[in-house]
């Protein structure tokens, strides 16, 4: 997936890669998130528009351990994938072929035992939403096709491929009204916006508005990768041209949406959050700063006001008044951004509800949009 010489290099993926493939029943387009702890912002705009995550983790010695420990990758990554949606996961466990490893049925248990219960404690069902399997990447085992007893004898499970063709994806609704968060634009014969349809249908020849800013746009063309539709549905990752707006108008985390329906653009919104990892001695309290990543905004936010704390075991509300939170803790509280941002109510639109707050490159909050 690494296709440019910095990732070739450095032997690691900053950008979010994005590559097709097709299996006998279904296109995918993966999008290759970054693993290395500088780059999470970039992983999670790439989790936020994904339907499976595929969770690689190395089976070589020493490796698996260190992005498994406290304040490792492999945890940051499972707790932000299951806030930004991703229902479903894979959990390959790759390197299998290294000498360390040779296959061995011991060190893949051993694996799987200990990711299973963090993956409980993130919030996956792991008899439901989870599948783990062994492959190995660089020499192409159990990807396309099932492995051969001759190479691992106790592995009777599906390979890759057709563990994703059996993954049931999350309904979205073709007749909805229409979002598409915007990821990126450029300038190419007038202006192209790219992104993620979240619901409704989009086709040649729209007026739709681009929100914050109510700017009246008409859709000109429609690609899938590099073809030219007529019209695309709930799911699909698009570059729209439109007509009506400046290139240099356009912010990533704006949203084209219809014009009969459009989204809320809000600066405070009231949301419930649960607290992962503050920095050291911090306490979560009304003044709190962080930075607000939701769908494909990235705001400085500030929580105004801790409403109430969430009791964890009967997830009602508690009913002393709060001032400060800790580590674990959920609470509803009132927060404020800088700019006008698009969002709903996860309840309407849970792809444009949910969210992470980062301070100082970490995760330390996650959490869904419960009133505007």
């Not at 010695?61 to 930004?84: I, S």
């Amino acid at each position: 997936m690494d296709t440019n010489e910095e990732e070739r290099i450095k032997g690691k993926t900053v950008e979010v890669g994005r590559a097709h493939f097709e299996t006998e029943t279904t296109r995918f387009t993966i999008l290759d998130a970054p693993g290395h702890k500088s780059y999470v912002p970039n992983m999670i705009s790439g989790a936020s528009q994904a339907d499976i995550g595929v969770l690689v983790i190395s089976a070589r010695k020493g490796e698996f351990e260190t992005g498994y420990e406290r304040g490792g990758q492999t945890r940051e990554h499972v707790q932000l994938a299951k806030t930004l949606g991703v229902a479903k996961l894979l959990v390959v466990v790759n390197k299998m072929d290294d000498p360390t490893v040779n296959w061995s049925k011991e060190r893949y248990d051993e694996i799987e035992s200990k990711m299973i219960p963090f993956l409980k404690q993130s919030g996956y069902n792991v008899k439901k939403d989870v599948l783990f399997l062994p492959i190995s990447g660089l020499v192409g085992l159990n990807m396309k096709t099932r492995l051969d007893k001759s190479t691992c004898s106790w592995w009777d499970g599906p390979c890759l491929f057709e563990a994703l063709d059996a993954v049931e994806v999350p309904l979205r609704d073709p007749k909805g009204p229409f979002r598409m968060p915007l990821l990126d634009k450029f300038k190419d014969m007038g202006t192209v916006v790219m992104g993620k349809v979240e619901s409704g249908t989009i086709r040649e020849g729209d007026s739709l508005l681009v929100m914050p800013n109510k700017d009246h746009v008409k859709v000109i063309a429609i690609y899938i990768d590099e073809d030219r539709v007529k019209r695309a549905g709930p799911g699909e990752n698009l570059r729209v041209r439109i007509s009506g707006v400046e290139e240099e108008d356009i912010l990533s985390g704006f949203i084209l949406c219809s014009v009969a329906n459009p989204i809320p653009a809000v600066t405070e919104f009231v949301a419930q959050l649960a607290i992962l990892e503050l920095l050291d001695n911090a306490i979560f309290t009304a003044g709190y700063k962080a930075v607000l990543h939701i769908h494909s905004v990235v705001e400085e936010c500030e929580i105004v006001e801790l409403l109430q704390q969430i009791d964890p075991k009967t997830r009602k509300p508690m009913k002393k008044k709060i001032l400060f939170v800790k580590n674990g803790a959920v609470v509803v509280c009132r927060v404020q951004v800088n700019n006008m941002i698009c969002i709903e109510k996860f309840s309407d639109f849970p792809q444009l509800g949910r969210f992470t707050l980062r301070t100082e490159g970490k995760t330390v909050a996650v959490g869904k949009v419960t009133g505007l």
